[in-house]
């Protein structure tokens, strides 16, 4: 049996795969996470950096610019480290859960606290290009239909600055998908973590007792491939959703 047999028949191990999609469900979690709370965080940080130019409320946009700055322009690899040392962990991830031990589940805190930091900070430039699109006469056409501020944001900018970022905000999340990897190198348990746990014990389950370079293309091209279908599925989600709403109603724009 050839050194390229022996790798791909790991892949034939159920016990394998099994360990291979707890990790992807991690990295499903961890992202949507990221995703979720970056866009919530990155939307505040974009409205407060565009909008609070008066008065006091100044020193809140020139906060909000220092957070994007920082963290849009260094790595995120680096947060991961700062947020695994200096991080406090709620006493709820102190404990064993999702089949994790607690050390774990410490870790995986710590690591999604980073990366939604991170995500947050470029999110919010993706949202702020879109409220830049956004005609500066919709806010006096809803003050002259008695709206206030706030439900012009919710009502008719919000809803025209999301529409106009969907590609961009795309590639952000698929972006946020990927740099989940980074996690591995804090030992989270995720998809890249597990398939570097799977190729330091190779020799166990590839029959040749020893760990062949051929391990190295069959389990790596293996998590490349299930993070492609991931990124590709979502692609194709979205660009569907797009070809839907363009025979929807369009979002309020008043005149």
Request: aromatic share 10%; with cysteine; glycine share 4%.
């Amino acid at each position: 049996m050839s050194n390229l047999e022996a790798s791909l028949s790991i892949l034939k191990n159920e016990a394998i795969w099994l360990f291979l999609l707890r990790g992807v469900l991690f990295t499903l979690i961890i992202s949507v996470i990221a995703v979720v709370c970056g866009v919530i965080f990155g939307s505040v940080l974009a409205l407060v950096r565009n909008y609070c130019s008066k008065g006091w409320t100044v020193v809140f946009r020139y906060l909000a610019a220092i957070y994007i700055e920082v963290f849009r322009n260094t790595p995120l690899l680096l947060w991961i480290f700062i947020c695994l040392v200096f991080c406090p962990c709620p006493s709820i991830f102190s404990q064993k859960m999702f089949t994790l031990t607690s050390v774990e589940t410490k870790l995986l805190f710590k690591a999604s606290v980073a990366l939604i930091l991170f995500t947050s900070s470029v999110t919010a430039e993706i949202i702020r290009g879109g409220l830049n699109a956004v005609a500066e006469g919709q806010f006096e056409a809803g003050h002259s239909q008695g709206f206030h501020t706030v439900q012009i944001m919710i009502y008719i900018v919000l809803p025209q600055a999301y529409r106009n970022v969907v590609p961009t905000l795309l590639s952000q999340i698929i972006t946020t998908v990927k740099d989940s990897s980074y996690l591995a190198n804090v030992a989270v348990i995720e998809l890249m973590a597990r398939t570097k746990q799977i190729l330091s014990s190779a020799n166990m389950y590839n029959g040749t007792g020893k760990i062949n370079v051929t391990d190295v293309f069959v389990l790596f091209g293996c998590a490349a491939l299930i993070y492609f279908i991931i990124n590709f599925t979502l692609s194709c989600v979205v660009r569907s959703l797009q070809k839907k709403r363009k025979t929807a109603p369009k979002p309020v724009a008043l005149e």
